[in-house]
């Protein structure tokens, strides 16, 4: 593998996916719809500069598909969580926790339409629009790797978890045009911040995933499930890349108890 687009290259974990593959040595191009680099990146993060980042709209083939011909590998880091997009700069403050939490779900009625309309478009539509204009110039079988997620849990409407298992069930059948690769982390939070509230939430999982062991053993296991940073998600996507063997699902609990070395 030589060259990775990365579509959602500077978000949460789509920077870090970048960041892996840089480290690594290959060819790494963010695609977003700002063509902007990551922001609030320290300026010791010199591999930003490694990137090429890119302006287009997944949605728009002919923005992006001038890349795709010799490209290695692509990976879709996109999609949402809440309707309500403020939860985006909520879990990325520094403000009181519980107030935070509150507002995650001040989303409208999960049981409207458009709800789950959003979630097909962003988190299953796009992933397929992608893969088939990657399928359509790129007769090479490169791998796709697809962000998905690990399950769904409270207050979170059923629309987000079945429009990414909708998104990986269309992927597989892909092959052997691309060859899948279906990530499942779980609530993520960043090594290098300790202080915003995505690490906050992550010492609470903790917390409670202990209790979960040792006082209700395991009654919640369905319920409560470990964080997992992002650094260790990209670097096990990146690892899938790069075993020509591998494809389908990489799964919550395989990434959190068989780390693997780190880049």
Not at 133 to 138: A, D, G, Q, S
Not at 161 to 189: D, T, V, W
């Amino acid at each position: 593998m030589s060259k990775l687009i990365v579509f959602g290259g500077s978000g949460f974990l789509g920077k870090r996916i970048c960041q892996n593959a840089v480290g690594r040595g290959l060819d790494v191009v963010s695609v977003t719809s700002s063509g902007s680099k990551p922001r609030q990146l320290g300026p010791h993060e010199k591999w930003a500069d490694k990137v090429e980042w890119t302006k287009g709209d997944v949605f728009k083939p002919h923005t992006y598909k001038h890349l795709l011909p010799d490209a290695s590998g692509v990976v879709h880091s996109m999609g949402i969580l809440l309707e309500n997009q403020n939860y985006k700069k909520v879990v990325q403050s520094n403000d009181d926790l519980l107030g935070e939490i509150q507002s995650f779900f001040k989303t409208p009625n999960p049981m409207k339409k458009n709800v789950f309309n959003t979630y097909e478009k962003m988190n299953h539509e796009s992933a397929i629009v992608l893969a088939e204009t990657l399928i359509e110039v790129n007769k090479n079988k490169p791998a796709f790797a697809y962000i998905s997620a690990d399950r769904g849990f409270p207050g979170i409407p059923s629309g987000y978890i079945e429009s990414k298992r909708k998104a990986e069930f269309e992927l597989y059948q892909m092959q052997p045009n691309i060859r899948p690769i279906l990530m499942r982390p779980g609530f993520m939070f960043d090594e290098t911040n300790t202080t915003d509230t995505r690490t906050k939430l992550k010492n609470l999982l903790n917390v409670a995933g202990y209790a979960n062991e040792t006082i209700l053993l395991h009654l919640l296991d369905g319920l409560i499930r470990p964080p997992i940073s992002t650094q260790v998600v990209a670097n096990w996507c990146v690892d899938r890349l790069l075993d020509p063997e591998f494809h389908g699902p990489v799964l919550l609990d395989e990434m959190i108890h068989h780390r693997g070395a780190k880049v």
